[in-house]
């Protein structure tokens, strides 16, 4: 009797830890564009292991930087937010969650080199995603090289230079470049003159602004929570009243210091409520400004997702037929980017913008569905990327791509966003739920039409050399930068 009753209760304390454990908030994974990188949940329920029998022969990640440092507009704030607790003409207490805010400074202590640029975290970040995705598909043997492509701004170079050290890894030649396996092309960044053919392509669609809406919603929707929650907090402080302002400078506070020095003590002067609905402005942010809900921004991810299902449709280590480059880009192909060229790609594909739940999409300015998959957190996360992964299972032999899947054998694709498998809209018939390369090409052409064409969209007709095409990936590198090893 005794026994049983220990057992019991030994399986009770099991599952109420479990449940707290399971439970627990982190507003790290709810600060959007301010998140360190995190594996994002599995949103839809497929398991995140490639299907078994089956394996990547190519794959296509388009992604944002690793973490970094604040931009100056930002760092202004952080900066005009210490002025006010140092005040020396001020006294005030502070006491609960904000009694750290005296002793409080800045994570910034080399502003001339720090603000833009990539924090350890990010450095380490983009490295391992070069550890990961080596060990993840095998595609590139010992001595092997690979090129990938990134848009010029340092952070973005300092990025995709950490990657391929991870990736590549063996042997040390920075004393002897012409052992370097490791190259970027580098690709001008947020330019006017490269259309569509470029990782910023939105910076050359003239209409782009007109269709972007985000911020202004973002700012009404943050307008009804701010002011509540600095009335809430005023009441642990004597002699200092927080505004607004104030009170969105410490959440963004939350996920920066958090990456920066590790502190997180402005995580904890937070409740999971005001979390949520700080999270939800970045959602409005993104899915209005460069998502979804901007009309224009689809014409500018489509290029993109063309041009890698044009290469998936030939399969790895082969040019598209109707391309007119001549370089084979090898089967990983990476493109590193900033946060607002990934929701372009996600509108162009249709991703997260359906709901068999009526009224969740477009998203309301006022009222977060707590059932939609559109979440800035488990995108534009610091590192965040769009995957596109070209998935042979089976027997293939015999199976051209223009033919239709044979049970489990066949070609797939599966789309990952950072991490979490995320289905194409209506084909998911494949082995976890992945969709038959025949049947995504097909949905490809079908958004094309959707999307619109980039240089009709933009406003670009007769404008002279504009283009609706990325070809920069079947284009013999010119400028390409070799990292030291
Ligand atoms: C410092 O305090 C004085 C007196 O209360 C006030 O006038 C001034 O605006 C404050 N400065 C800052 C940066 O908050
Ligand atoms: C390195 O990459 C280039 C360009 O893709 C290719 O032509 C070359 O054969 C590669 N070299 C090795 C050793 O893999
Ligand atoms: C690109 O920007 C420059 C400088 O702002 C401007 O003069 C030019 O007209 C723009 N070109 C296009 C195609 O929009
Ligand atoms: C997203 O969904 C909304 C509502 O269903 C629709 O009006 C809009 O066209 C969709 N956007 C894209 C890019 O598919
Ligand atoms: C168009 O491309 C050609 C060849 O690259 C270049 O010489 C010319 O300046 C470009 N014209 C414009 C308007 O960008």
């Known amino acids: 009797m005794f026994g049983v009753l220990r057992i019991t209760s030994v399986l009770l304390i099991v599952a109420s830890l479990t449940r707290v454990t399971v439970s627990i908030f982190d507003p790290l994974q709810h600060s959007g564009p301010a998140s360190p990188y995190f594996d994002a949940p599995s949103q839809f329920g ?88 080596r060990k993840r598909y095998g595609f590139t043997a010992g001595g092997g090289n690979l090129t990938v492509w990134a848009a010029s701004q340092q952070r973005v170079l300092d990025t995709a230079t950490y990657f391929l050290r991870g990736y590549l890894s063996q042997g040390n030649y920075l004393s002897s470049p012409n052992k370097n396996r490791g190259s970027i092309v580098v690709l001008p960044d947020s330019v006017n003159f490269t259309f569509a053919d470029s990782l910023t392509p939105s910076a050359a669609c003239p209409n782009y602004n007109s269709g972007n809406t985000g911020s202004a919603k973002a700012t009404a929707f943050r307008a009804g929570y701010l002011t509540k929650i600095a009335t809430r907090l005023n009441k642990f402080l004597k002699g200092l009243t927080l505004v607004e302002g104030d009170v969105g400078v410490m959440m963004d506070l939350c996920g920066f210091q958090a990456e920066i020095n590790g502190d997180t003590r402005f995580c904890d002067v937070f409740e999971p409520e005001e979390w949520l609905e700080y999270e939800y402005a970045h959602d409005l942010n993104y899915y209005y400004g460069s998502g979804p809900g901007n009309p224009f921004a689809a014409a500018t991810g489509f ?183």
Not at 76 to 84: H, I, P, R, V
Not at 86 to 95: D, V
Not at 328 to 351: K, Y
Request: aromatic share 10%; hydrophobic share 40%.
């Open 46 to 133: 497929i398991p995140t292991a490639t299907p078994s029998g089956c394996r990547v022969d190519q794959a296509a990640y388009i992604l944002r930087h690793g973490s970094r440092y604040p931009e100056p507009g930002s760092f202004a704030g952080w900066q005009a937010l210490f002025a006010k607790l140092h005040n020396q003409s001020q006294t005030y207490t502070a006491r609960g969650p904000l009694a750290f805010l005296p002793q409080w400074v800045p994570p910034v202590d080399d502003i001339p080199h720090e603000p833009l640029f990539l924090s350890a975290t990010g450095a380490g970040e983009s490295f391992m995603l070069g550890v990961d995705l």
């Open 303 to 485: 290029p993109w997702a063309k041009a890698i299902s044009d290469l998936f449709a030939v399969g790895p280590n082969a040019l598209p037929e109707n391309g007119n480059g001549n370089f084979v880009p090898p089967p990983l192909i990476m493109g590193f980017t900033h946060d607002n060229n990934l929701p372009p790609v996600l509108a162009a594909l249709g991703l997260w913008n359906t709901s068999s739940t009526r009224g969740v999409y477009p998203l309301s300015p006022t009222t977060p569905n707590p059932v939609r998959k559109f979440r800035s957190s488990y995108l534009v996360a610091f590192r965040g990327y769009i995957a596109l992964e070209r998935i042979t299972c089976g027997d293939v032999s015999g199976i051209g791509s223009g033919a239709a899947f044979v049970g489990k054998n066949g070609v797939f694709v599966r789309v990952r966003i950072n991490n979490a498998p995320v289905p194409v809209p209506d084909c998911t018939s494949g082995p976890g739920a992945t969709c038959p390369l025949h049947d995504f090409l097909g949905h490809v052409e079908k958004r094309s039409v959707q999307s619109g064409d980039f240089v009709q969209r933009c406003g670009l007709t007769g404008v002279a050399n504009a283009t609706s095409k990325v070809e920069f990936l079947t284009r013999q590198p010119e400028d390409i930068l070799l990292v030291g090893l």
